[in-house]
């Protein structure tokens, strides 16, 4: 072999070499601009708020399948990383631990609920995250951060938002009620709402006869129904949690409660199995709500596209049929943290923040634009009442005319039946 044709072999050997590296090295970049952007949370799976969280998770699971099919973001798959909470606020800072040091998840979102957020936002000051909250009233009044934005449309002043509708009905009504009953849990939410109603029972000028809390633990509420019956209240303003609420209402049958006006702040009648179980028990009060089957939420873009999805899942999964209070929302929250990450280019903990904070946001629950404390600039809390429920089938539920939007006026679909007792009939 003549020795000038050796050279020619070692350089096309090496040129092969080189090629395969840049080759492999350009399939390694490929591989890291491809890899996942980790969200992760904590959601309420088991115990009593469980009923909303696991419908919350198929929202956040379908706005997951959905950005994915689009290609993800910022062309990089979307992986969701979670755990149960078990409505336990005691698991969530370990939870959120695991997820930002363990995981590495790139986001988090907080998981449903008043009380599971409350021990996330320590975490998230410290560690200088934007935080998307789903559904909690008031977490941000103490901490002012300015990260943290939550998609409850209840506004800049979120401890009366619960209330203010409940409040300002009962003022509208001739002759005008004069007398009111409060009663709530002891327990983060329940708080924040009855501290709204103080408020606002001052400012309509209507007199308190019975204002008290009861422990979350409670599991027989007749005693306390009949305290509130003693007072013979025109109003009767309840602040409660799924169980309570339906304890709360099953006790005030029995014993006869009429007030004039009856409800307010009283979580879980809007869930499906809730309203199914409690059927015409439900008719007559006057409660608050986010979204309802009238033809003016209907109408919103891109609603009807998750709700066919979401309902054709959801038995699968287990969960609330209908889906009509949480998850409507919870997609929505994706949407925005979504759109402020392709926006914003990247993963930058407080470029997304700023711009969530000077934007308005287009979702399948309308417009949504943040102000103060990362509450809503604009509130738009509903005060809905139950009407002319027959039996307990679902079907009923499923389009406009058994929960009739009363509150705000842009958005009323109907008369409220007053008093109570006339709406029982």
């Known amino acids: 072999m003549r020795p000038w044709r050796r050279p020619i072999r070692t350089w096309a050997l090496i040129g092969v070499l080189i090629g395969t590296f840049v080759l492999a090295g350009a399939g390694a970049f490929v591989a890291r601009a491809a890899n996942p952007i980790k969200i992760g949370f904590g959601m309420a799976l088991t115990g009593g708020l469980s009923a909303n969280g696991k419908p919350a998770l198929l929202a956040v699971q379908i706005w997951k399948d959905d950005i994915n099919k689009k290609g993800g973001l910022l062309g990089r798959p979307v992986e969701l990383v979670y755990y149960d909470d078990q409505t336990n606020p005691a698991t969530v800072p370990g939870i959120y631990t695991k997820l930002l040091d363990v995981d590495k998840v ?12 409350a021990p996330l936002m320590p975490i998230a000051m410290e560690r200088k995250l934007t935080v998307m909250g789903m559904f909690g009233l008031a977490n941000n009044e103490k901490y002012q951060y300015a990260n943290y934005f939550q998609i409850q449309p209840a506004g800049p002043d979120p401890q009366i938002s619960t209330a203010i509708g409940f409040f300002e009905l009962a003022a509208r009504q001739t002759p005008k009620p004069q007398t009111v009953a409060m009663v709530g849990a002891d327990a983060e939410y329940p708080q924040n709402a ?5 408020e606002l029972v001052k400012k309509f000028g209507f007199k308190t006869v019975y204002d008290k809390t009861y422990p979350p633990s409670t599991v027989d509420y007749t005693p306390i129904v009949r305290a509130i019956k003693a007072t013979n209240p025109d109003i009767v303003f309840v602040a409660s ?3 309570d609420s339906v304890g709360m209402l099953r006790a005030a049958l029995e014993v006869g409660l009429q007030p004039k006006i009856f409800g307010g702040g009283m979580v879980g009648l809007m869930f499906t199995s809730v309203m199914t ?9 006057v409660n608050y709500d986010f979204w309802a089957p009238e033809p003016s939420f209907l109408a919103m873009p891109g609603i009807k596209e998750f709700l066919k999805e979401y309902q054709a ?8 049929p209908l889906g009509y209070y949480l998850p409507p929302y919870s997609y929505a929250l994706m949407q925005i943290l979504g759109q402020a990450i392709e926006a914003t280019k990247g993963l930058d903990q407080q470029k997304i923040a700023d711009h969530i904070r000077a934007n308005e946001f287009s ?3 309308g417009k949504v634009k943040f102000g103060k404390n990362g509450e809503w600039a604009k509130g738009r809390t509903l005060m809905v009442q139950y009407q002319k429920i027959q039996g307990t089938g679902i079907d009923q539920f499923r389009g406009p005319g ?3 939007v009363l509150y705000p006026d842009d958005l009323r679909s109907g008369a409220i039946i007053y008093p109570y007792a006339a709406a029982k009939n």
């Open 106 to 117: 790139d986001l988090v979102i907080s998981g449903y609920g008043t009380n599971l957020i």
């Open 194 to 198: 009855l501290v709204g109603a103080r």
């Open 241 to 243: 949690y799924p169980p």
């Open 277 to 285: 179980s409690m059927g015409p028990m439900l008719n007559g009060i």
């Open 313 to 320: 899942r959801a038995d699968k999964a287990g969960v609330d």
């Open 363 to 365: 979702t399948v629950v």
């Open 402 to 404: 058994k929960k009739i």
